[in-house]
């Protein structure tokens, strides 16, 4: 797994034709608010060209890319929180995403109808933003209520998690996302447990059309500016982009975006902004039979890497024998990277780099 993403936004902003193409899924998107009424789930392989060449040295049968998870749900429009439309019945399925994509329309198209009559990429950011809020709060409220009968027994963890949850609610009142809350080792867990969704990172995703991929508009340019101070990626997208591509196979893609001028799809753009926003980064596993890139938090140490593939792994780790990517590529392969004193051995303490190749010892 790379990581799971939840898709959000107002309904015919281009969401379902956004998942559809990059998940290459046969959902439907059409003209009509609450076209999606299921949660739709799609995996997709993570791009890194670096997996290819590691399996070509090694000679792998198969390759195996990181994934990446897409939940993508209704519409959601004002009043969403409280029972508006569709898109708040599904709301729980991302509660557990690890980010969520907020895809913004900034295209005019007269054949396709905005629900709010007219394009204004802020209205809209704002519109999304509130209805999370206000559905974390309503968590919250809840949460608040039972924990301070709990108190009453005079508990301190109780009486200090309704404190945290007092402050956690006037945030929310205040129409501040969770995520704003300065917090410490107990409000951290109890933010964890209450899965809220404006505690998630989040990036957008402006959707324009075909003419407007390479520069952008100013539609773009003005949400660029409103999500500037909170620190969050906007990913440039044309959906109609993403669906070519879709049809294409590798070589065909490559010709196609050359001609657009652009040097990767919307995908892998949307992706690299995913794993930076979440401190990702991915090692490999080089053999015969399989050669597959592994997706871990920046700074993990080599146990914790080695529990991505199995928990046996990480408690019963020994040592980490490391080539990096280049000394690998480099070495033509690990006998040449052994050859040269490039091979290495590393212990519990070791914090993995991006693109090591590794191969890890451990007692059963």
């Not at 500037?228 to 070589?251: H, N, Q, Y």
């Not at 001028?261 to 090692?283: D, F, K, P, Q, V």
């Not at 080599?302 to 024998?321: S, Y």
Request: net charge negative.
């Amino acid at each position: 797994m790379g990581f799971r993403c939840g898709i959000v936004g107002l309904p015919n902003v281009g969401k379902s034709t956004i998942f559809n193409a990059m998940t290459a899924a046969e959902i439907e998107s059409a003209n009509y608010p609450f076209c999606t009424i299921e949660p739709n789930v799609g995996m997709v392989p993570v791009p890194d060209p670096r997996l290819k060449k590691l399996g070509d040295l090694a000679q792998t049968k198969k390759l195996v890319p990181a994934q990446m998870e897409f939940v993508d749900i209704a519409g959601l429009v004002s009043g969403a929180s409280k029972g508006e439309g569709l898109g708040n019945q599904f709301l729980g399925h991302i509660r557990q995403v690890d980010a969520i994509a907020h895809v913004i329309r900034c295209f005019e198209n007269s054949n396709i109808v905005h629900v709010d009559g007219s394009i204004d990429p802020l209205r809209d950011r704002e519109v999304i933003n509130m209805e999370l809020i206000l559905a974390d709060l309503d968590t919250v409220e809840k949460r608040l209520a039972k924990t301070r009968s709990q108190a009453k027994s005079g508990d301190k963890t109780f009486i200090a998690q309704a404190a945290i949850l007092e402050e956690l609610y006037n945030l929310l009142d205040e129409g501040k996302p969770a995520r704003q809350m300065k917090t410490d080792e107990l409000s951290e867990k109890l933010l964890k447990e209450l899965c809220l969704l404006t505690n998630k990172p989040v990036l957008y995703v402006a959707n324009v059309n075909e003419d407007d991929i390479a520069t952008g508009n100013d539609w773009v340019d003005k949400l660029r500016d409103e999500v500037k101070e909170e620190g969050a990626p906007v990913v440039v997208i044309s959906g109609g982009i993403e669906e070519e591509l879709a049809g294409l196979d590798a070589e065909e893609q490559a010709e196609y975006l050359a001609d657009l001028g652009m040097e990767e799809s919307g995908l892998g753009r949307l992706i690299h902004a995913g794993y930076s926003l979440l401190g990702l980064t991915n090692y490999f596993t080089v053999g015969e039979k399989e050669t597959r890139a592994w997706t871990i938090k920046k700074g993990a140490t080599a146990p914790e890497a080695a529990g991505v593939i199995h928990t046996d792994f990480q408690k019963g780790f020994i040592r980490a024998e490391i080539i990096a990517y280049d000394d690998f590529i480099a070495c033509d392969g690990e006998a040449g990277a052994k050859e040269k004193g490039l091979w290495r051995l590393e212990g519990k303490e070791y914090i993995v780099q991006d693109g090591d190749c590794i191969n890890f010892r451990f007692n059963v």
